[in-house]
T-cell receptor, first 111, second 116 residues
Framework: GESVGLHLPTLSVQEGDNSIINCAYS??????FIWYKQESGKGPQFIID?????DKRQGQRVTVLLNKTVKHLSLQIAATQPGDSAVYFC??????????FGAGTRLFVKA | DTEVTQTPKHLVMGMTNKKSLKCEQH?????MYWYKQKAKKPPELMFV???????INESVPSRFSPECPNSSLLNLHLHALQPEDSALYLC???????????????FGQGTRLTVV
C-alpha cells in the first residue's frame, strides 16, 4: 500500500556534527514532500519542503534531497545543536489534502 | 499570526461523556485538518475541511463528529469514546490545495485526550 517509511528509528549525533535523516516513500504519484520536527509535548513544526520537480532545496542549516528514481528523501541538518533534538517526520502528498506521515526518526544530540 | 490554537490542552472524559475539542486559526487558511497521534507514532489524518466543507473523512468512527462553523474555527465533537481513543488530537491548517497544489500545514499544540 501507500506508505512513507524511514530507515532508522533513532539517530544519535555529536553536537556540531551534521545529521542525515532518511526517508523512503512508495507512492510514485507523490509530488510534494515535507519535513516536520516534533518536540515533546508540541505539535509538528514545518521545517522544509520540496516539490517533485526539484532534487534539492536548502534552508537555514537544513537541506532536503529528493531522489525520485529510488523514491528516497533525506534531511540534512548542518552543525547539529541540542535544540535540534526531536522527532523528525517526512510526509508525502500526491495532490489535494491527503498528506501521509512516515514513521518518524528520533534525533538525539550529544553535548 | 502563524498560530493554530487548540483548546483544551488536556481533557479527561468518561466513556459516556460528550465533549468538544476546539481549534482556531487566523492565517486566512482555507483548509483545516484533524489528526490523531498515538504515542511514538506519526499523526494519522482523520478529517479535512476545505472552504468549510468536509473534504476527507478517513473512515473515522461516528463517535467523532467534526464541525467547521466558519473559516477560522474547527471543532471535533466527541461522544461515547473508548479508552483506545486516548491520544493526542492535532489540528492543522494550510492555505489549501489551489489547483491541486498543496502547501505545508501549520499544527496546533494538540489536545491530550484521556478516555477513562
Amino acid at each position: 500500500g501507500e506508505s512513507v517509511g524511514l530507515h532508522l528509528p533513532t539517530l544519535s549525533v555529536q553536537e556540531g556534527d551534521n545529521s542525515i535523516i532518511n526517508c523512503a516513500y512508495s507512492n510514485s504519484a507523490s509530488d510534494y514532500f515535507i519535513w516536520y520536527k516534533q518536540e515533546s509535548g508540541k505539535g509538528p513544526q514545518f521545517i522544509i519542503d520540496i516539490r517533485s520537480n526539484m532534487d534539492k532545496r536548502q534552508g537555514q542549516r537544513v537541506t532536503v534531497l529528493l531522489n525520485k528514481t529510488v523514491k528516497h528523501l533525506s534531511l540534512q541538518i548542518a552543525a547539529t545543536q541540542p535544540g535540534d533534538s526531536a522527532v523528525y517526520f517526512c510526509a508525502e502528498n500526491g495532490g489535494g489534502f491527503k498528506t501521509i506521515f512516515g514513521a518518524g526518526t528520533r534525533l538525539f544530540v550529544k553535548a | 499570526d502563524t498560530e493554530v490554537t487548540q483548546t483544551p490542552k488536556h481533557l479527561v472524559m468518561g466513556m459516556t461523556n460528550k465533549k468538544s475539542l476546539k481549534c482556531e486559526q487566523h492565517m486566512g487558511h482555507r483548509a483545516m485538518y484533524w489528526y490523531k497521534q498515538k504515542a511514538k507514532k506519526p499523526p494519522e489524518l482523520m478529517f479535512v475541511y476545505s472552504y468549510e466543507k468536509l473534504s476527507i473523512n478517513e473512515s473515522v468512527p461516528s463517535r467523532f463528529s467534526p464541525e467547521c462553523p466558519n473559516s477560522s474555527l474547527l471543532n471535533l465533537h466527541l461522544h461515547a469514546l473508548q479508552p483506545e481513543d486516548s491520544a493526542l488530537y492535532l489540528c492543522a491548517s494550510s492555505q489549501g490545495a489551489n489547483r491541486g497544489v498543496n502547501t505545508e500545514a501549520f499544527f496546533g499544540q494538540g489536545t491530550r485526550l484521556t478516555v477513562v
